[in-house]
């Protein structure tokens, strides 16, 4: 009896939690809503199945509890309620299955006038392309995929000249045109999921696979790994925005051809070679230049840096060091990181620029007569740690704006990307999403810069993370925002 009291509880919580749970569905941004109908479907026959079982359960415990007299009789087989069960059970699965097949037949059915994107996973990263003005990708092959060029690419096909390289985890698509995913991988299974267009896919090594949907919100979303990879899985996230054409188009623009990727980083100095390949590699997006804490130990003042390592061991980081790092990264871990890059194979002449750039981004005070390596080449003037002391405090900020990579969601020329534009921001009157308004002072611009997510501007989404910045580079920022400004604050 009491069994069949916990019973009860558990159907009536079960339905209960079924219709008040905090965990619903997010807002599809896609075409694909008919998969949302699909988990439906299948949500409702479970759950009519397992009510039905729990019901029986309870009145079989009832109605057989056990009473003076009452003995169990022994029935070897029963082959009428035997087919009952045979045909309820069908039914229920194919009423699973079969609007499941339909809508994936759909799903990798592509429309004629779909444009194209391919996404590559690599342990533990999303490179993407797209093809360049003649709509075809060039082919790839295995035996091209190296560290610089990580999508193989041949580098003889014509088509592919003007494909363009993605190299970042940052996709954008145009809204409201279908447009085909092509999956590759170049190590191990890896799978492509962004659950507010409810779409994921293996991605196969050997492989290409694919499906299709139209954007129809507007909005930046996480793109997921979502088949474990191995030790760095978790980390393994990218975004894809939905954007209009025009931002689409302006973005697409940005980003370098296959020919142009060829010759990344071989022409200025050594030190704007190794920042255009660290910049293009996209070192950055771990390794800050600057200082700040990032994914992984940042490159100011690396060399002559006295470093903890996993293993318990310290090392003084030297020339042989960095170079072993970018190669084998596994090599020697830096404590406190996880081991998740992967290996790059730059060539010597590559080394040598990486390494210039990275010295040029100074040493940490207290090590300041330590005994790195100098490099024989002009350090020309993006020498940051000398010439910070030079620098007017807006040239100053402008600096700190690109280490950080604002101008990547804000502009300062007044075009709207993801966040409001620095163009004329000083002294602007701002309207928030609650409806309240302020004038854009100095208080207000160091607010949002911390504490990006205290007062959000109406139309923009609260995506900014804190920036962790000294006094010095938000002044400089502060600066920097004035002298875009055709505006002024009165008292300031
Ligand atoms: Cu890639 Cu998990």
Not at 385 to 402: I, K, N, P, R, T
Request: proline share 6%; net charge negative; charged share 20%.
């Amino acid at each position: 009896m009491a069994i069949a009291v916990v019973l009860i509880i558990l159907v009536i919580g079960s339905v209960l939690f079924n219709f008040l749970t905090p965990w619903t569905f997010t807002p599809v941004a896609s075409n694909w809503g008919s998969i949302d109908t699909t988990v439906i479907i299948t949500l409702a026959v479970t759950g009519v199945v397992t009510l039905a079982i729990a019901f029986f359960l309870i009145y079989v415990l009832i109605k057989y509890r056990t009473r003076p007299g009452l003995k169990a009789v022994y029935q070897p087989e029963n082959k009428k309620l035997e087919w009952w069960l045979i045909g309820l059970s069908s039914v229920g699965i194919v009423a699973m299955l079969a609007p499941g097949l339909i809508v994936y037949n759909d799903y990798v059915t592509v429309p004629e006038d779909a444009h194209e994107f391919e996404a590559v996973g690599t342990q533990w990263r999303w490179t993407f392309r797209y093809p360049g003005d003649d709509g075809v990708f060039g082919t790839s092959e295995p035996r091209f995929i190296n560290g610089q060029l990580p999508l193989g690419l041949s580098p003889d096909d014509p088509n592919g000249q003007d494909d363009r390289i993605i190299l970042s985890n940052e996709l954008y698509v145009p809204m409201d045109r279908p447009v085909k995913a092509l999956l590759r991988s170049v190590d191990v299974l890896h799978d492509f999921y962004v659950p507010q267009i409810r779409a994921k896919m293996d991605m196969v090594p050997g492989i290409v696979s694919w499906f299709w949907f139209t954007p129809t919100r507007e909005g930046r979303y996480e793109i997921l790994c979502a088949e474990l990879c191995g030790v760095g899985h978790y980390n393994m996230r990218g975004h894809m925005v939905m954007a209009p054409q025009d931002e689409f188009d302006a973005w697409l623009e940005s980003k370098p051809t296959f020919a142009e990727s060829l010759t990344l980083g071989t022409t200025g100095g050594l030190v704007d070679q190794g920042e255009a390949l660290v910049n293009g590699q996209g070192c950055v997006a771990c390794h800050s230049v600057d200082g700040s804490p990032s994914l992984a130990p940042t490159w100011q003042g690396i060399f002559g840096r006295e470093t903890s390592l996993a293993d318990g061991s310290t090392i003084i980081v030297d020339e042989a060091y960095f170079r072993e790092s970018i190669i084998d990264p596994q090599a020697k871990l830096v404590a406190g990181f996880p081991p998740v890059m992967i290996a790059y194979d730059f060539s010597e002449e590559q080394l040598d620029a990486i390494v210039a750039y990275a010295q040029s981004l100074g040493q940490e005070s207290d090590n300041s007569d330590s005994s790195a390596p100098e490099s024989e080449d002009d350090m020309g003037s993006s020498d940051a740690s000398s010439s910070s002391d030079d620098m007017s405090l807006e040239e100053l900020g402008a600096q700190v704006a690109a280490q950080n990579a604002c101008n990547g969601c804000h502009s300062i020329d007044g075009s709207q990307v993801i966040g409001p534009t620095w163009k004329d921001l000083y002294g602007s009157q701002r309207t928030f999403s609650d409806g309240t308004t302020a004038i854009a002072d100095e208080a207000y611009i160091r607010e949002s810069i911390m504490n990006p997510t205290a007062k959000v501007v109406e139309g923009f989404q609260p995506v900014m993370p804190p920036v962790p910045l000294s006094e010095e580079q938000i002044d400089a920022l502060v600066a920097y925002a004035k002298a875009n400004s055709s505006l002024s604050v009165e008292g300031e």
